[in-house]
């Protein structure tokens, strides 16, 4: 490829950051799962309300846009490596981490959240982690689910037998990209059918694989065609125009179907909620990615000291970041301040110290070469 492409780097700072507030929020009534909640979510507020919203919408692309950024850098990776470099680099990024939060930082979080006024941690550790009972994934899925990515690339590079060449494929056009979108919330509503939200295996909720899945491979079609070259502000400007007009959607969707009274059943399901849910999130995702992605280009492309200590460190923020956030929320669970106050407080002093402390970790001799 050409000149770097600085302001993907930058991009995945700013997702970081994204899966700190979201986190943060469910902490504080959005809905979704967390480990630590420091909120009654017996009554709906509107702070629970809002902060759902913003989980909603984030949920709808931020994740799918790191599987599409993954995907985008596994071509190139491959083809400096080889198959056996880049499997033993994937093992160490990847798998390295992925233990040490299922064996030390996921229980230790845990622990502390739930179980520190009735056992020892030893006795945590025997009861739950030892025996595998708990397995302590958390946000590593994410982890977990790019080495699975990984492996089945190169299994696909053996099959294939090429060196990945360009096809010369173009971007895909307005009209293609509606049907992606139509095609993919039809099938998304499918599998939650029999995986509702939040269901899955080791962590992997596979109700939200079907656009995982998707943008990985576009991330891979888009780096051997040029696609992000492509990119032009006709097609952004009509796909931020569609997300606009969608986000709105699913709150009146809901509100219709009775979500005030306490019926939610947009998990999954052969029900009305679950099909809007599921048909919205790509039509949002699609415009909202492509806005980013033309946004950071234009504005964020020239790199500088502090916005490469950022990019230099973003991985290990998300591998770190329960520490800092579930600590905090401890820290203030018992200060009287509304719940909204309290997510403002930790997601932005959390931001900063997850920074912080992954700056001084990735110093730390040999740490580099896994973080």
Sequence with gaps: MGKRLYYLDYLRVILTILVIFHHTAIAYG??????????????LTISMILLTIFTAINQSFFMGFFFFLSGYFTPGS?????????????????????????????????????????MSLWEYYQSSV?????????????VEALLYFNLLYVLYRFVKKSDGAAEGSKIPSFIKLILVAILLGAIAFLVRVFYP????????????????????????????????????????KKWSIISLITIPILPIALIAGGALDGTLQFEGGMNLQAFVYAMWEPFVAIGIILWLLKYFEKNWNEP??????????????????????????????????YPTMKFFIVSIIGSILCFVVANVIIKIPYAKRIL
């Design 197 to 236: 939200v939040g269901k899955g295996w080791l962590g992997l909720q596979f109700g939200y694989f079907p656009s995982y899945i998707l943008l990985f491979i576009a991330g891979m079609v888009a780096f051997r065609n040029h696609w992000l070259e492509q990119l032009n502000y006709k097609l952004v």
């Design 130 to 142: 030892v025996t595998l009972n708990t397995i302590h994934i958390g946000p590593l899925w994410f």
């Design 304 to 337: 500088s000291a502090f916005k490469n200590t950022l990019a230099n460190s973003a991985y290990t923020v998300y591998i770190i970041h329960p520490v800092i956030i579930v600590s905090l929320s401890l820290l203030i669970t018992r200060v009287t301040i």
């Design 30 to 43: 959005a809905g979704g799962s967390w480990i630590y909640k420091d909120v009654d979510d017996s009554e």
């Design 78 to 118: 491959y083809d400096r490596k080889g198959w056996k470099s880049f499997l033993k680099e994937r093992f160490l990024r990847l798998g390295i981490p992925l233990l040490i939060y299922i064996f030390f930082l996921g229980p230790i979080i845990t622990y502390a959240a739930h179980f520190k006024e009735t």
